[in-house]
């Protein structure tokens, strides 16, 4: 759990921080349709977020970690695959569906209760919570190095992308992990 909430942030910083800089910079868009994409980006993630666990009210029989790794793996493949997205209209499509996938952040305290149980919750979300603050400054600063040497926001989102699979695949193997050595 403590390499994906730190790919987490490292990836999800990323994208909130630089997308609007990446537009201007990169994009050649206007300071306006900058902010314009970061707005986008949040209202998805809080329309995400509702979303999300109401879905899950709506089918109980579903498991929470199951639609959190989903919506982990899209907003990894979304995120790897920005760079192509050049036009304005594919770029608000992209930060829309993106946020949509961060809302997945809603059913967090429902994957931690299931991996760690009800005695540890606090104890386990202390320790967690720590690693998103390492990776909301880990993200940014590495952002903005590649940015210094590249000149290019572009591998900053390559970067985001990649940290958002590895800590998707480093959680999908722990989960079944413990799952099965919870099940046995």
């Known amino acids: ?6 790919t987490m942030f490292i990836g999800m910083m990323l994208v909130f ?19 314009l994409l970061v707005s986008v980006v949040g209202l998805s993630n809080l329309i995400g977020r509702f979303s999300w666990g109401a879905l899950l009210n709506l089918f109980p029989q579903y498991r929470p970690i199951v639609l959190f790794i989903a919506l982990r793996a899209l907003a990894s493949a979304l ?7 050049v036009t304005f209209t594919l770029q608000i499509i992209y930060c829309g569906a993106v946020g949509l996938m961060f809302g997945s952040w809603s059913l967090y305290p429902l994957v931690v209760a299931d991996m760690f149980g009800d005695n540890t919750l606090n104890v386990a979300f202390g320790y967690l ?25 572009h591998l900053s989102f390559v970067l985001a992308g990649s940290t958002l699979a590895f800590g998707t695949v480093i959680l ?9 050595r919870k099940n046995t």
């Open 129 to 153: 919570e720590v690693f998103d603050g390492i990776g909301c400054l880990i993200g940014p600063t590495f952002g903005g190095l590649i940015y210094d040497v590249t000149n290019s926001y």
């Open 79 to 85: 995120t790897l695959l920005s760079p192509l997205a």
């Open 17 to 35: 921080s630089l997308t609007p800089i990446r537009a201007t910079s990169d994009l050649g868009f206007s300071a306006d349709e900058g902010a």
């Open 172 to 180: 999908a193997i722990g989960c079944r992990c413990f799952h099965f």
């Open 1 to 6: 759990m403590i390499v994906n909430n730190m």
